[in-house]
Nanobody, 118 residues
Framework: QVQLVESGGGLVQPGGSLRLSCATRGFSFSIAVMAWYRQAPGEQRELVATISSGTVDYADSLKGRFTISTDNAQNTVYLQMNNLQPSDTAVYYC?????????????WGQGTQVTVSS
């Protein structure tokens, strides 16, 4: 059974940083294209970052502030977020991404809430 468990969110002031973690199980993590998505209030879920065999990609608006990485031994994907802005407020989710699309492979986990506010 596939499990995706996100953690690390919280309340942070503008300019602050957070590191999100997503512990996974139930699929071949080392060969998967892993991704972080986010959904802001009233908005559609959007793709934030992807990583596959060390190759990373980011939404254009986030390049330079967010860093995605993996620990294959722990089947965990991370998202380091720096210089956070109120517009980054959202629930953040990880998932395995279907190649060639932005669609996820699996059902969503519970996500982790990130709130950026002074």
């Amino acid at each position: 059974q596939v499990q995706l468990v996100e953690s690390g969110g919280g309340l942070v002031q503008p300019g602050g940083s957070l590191r999100l973690s997503c512990a996974t199980r139930g699929f071949s993590f080392s060969i998967a294209v892993m991704a972080w998505y986010r959904q802001a209030p009233g908005e559609q879920r959007e793709l934030v970052a992807t990583i596959s065999s060390g190759t990373v990609d980011y939404a254009d608006s986030l390049k330079g502030r967010f860093t995605i990485s993996t620990d294959n031994a722990q089947n965990t994907v991370y998202l380091q977020m720096n210089n956070l802005q109120p517009s980054d407020t959202a629930v953040y989710y990880c998932n395995r991404k279907r190649p060639g699309t932005s669609a996820p492979f699996y059902s969503w986990g519970q996500g982790t809430q990130v709130t950026v506010s002074s």
